[in-house]
């Protein structure tokens, strides 16, 4: 009997370590702000190589309600930076989102967070207009708005989508800052965990897989 008992472990031992060796099974990376462009990073954080997490926000959403980090505890999601106004990549990007919320529809641990980059135009009524155009689910996506230095900040402290706009020789929306295409995959721990290009369908897909992973791993 005990040699019965000695062989189970060993075979129960070789199966859990088959499970974590896997081929295409790796946890997905944790980014912290050395992993990311300079550009993105404000300058005290640029040699921050661990522990990153994003910071404590509340703004206001398409509802007209707050909304922030203590309605996502224990929760996976999705952020990105955009304006309503945009004609070019936001269009796109807002396209691929809605094809994420159909991925994940009525999942109660998984949310979707739209930031404006243009505060001063979009209003809680743009910002709904917006959502409804885009068949959003204000109990998944939120369409978020408030100060406009308060939405800047988290996105160069805790999100690194902005870009500083005489990087490019451009301007955005009148600031001094231009957003990336980038969607952002936070869990439930506040880490990073991805980037993706949201004007790439074939990266939008990775990020249903990945996202359907980091459940996998909470």
Known sequence: MRVFIVALI???GIVIAYQFTKPGEKPLKIYNPVDVE?????????RKGFGHKIQEFSFTDQTGQAYGSKDLK??????????????????????????????FVGNESFKILSFTVDPET???EQ??????????????????????????????????????????????????????NYFVLIDTQKRIRGYYDGT????????IEDIEKLMEEE
Request: proline share 4%; with cysteine.
């Open 127 to 180: 910002m709904r207009n917006y959502a409804e155009a885009h068949s959003a689910d204000p109990k998944q996506w939120h369409f978020l708005t408030g100060k406009k230095e308060d939405l800047y900040q988290l996105a160069r402290r805790s999100f690194f989508v902005l870009k500083p706009a005489e990087a490019q020789n451009q301007g955005d929306v009148g600031s001094d800052f231009i957003h990336t």
């Open 38 to 46: 300079p550009e993105m990073v404000d300058e005290d954080l640029k």
């Open 74 to 103: 224990g929760k996976i999601y999705v952020a990105e930076y955009f304006f309503t106004t945009c004609g070019t990549i936001c269009p796109i990007m807002n396209a691929e989102m809605q094809r994420v919320q159909e991925a």
């Open 200 to 207: 790439n369908t074939k990266e939008v897909d990775k990020l």
């Open 10 to 12: 060993a075979i129960a």
């Open 122 to 124: 979009d209003s809680v």
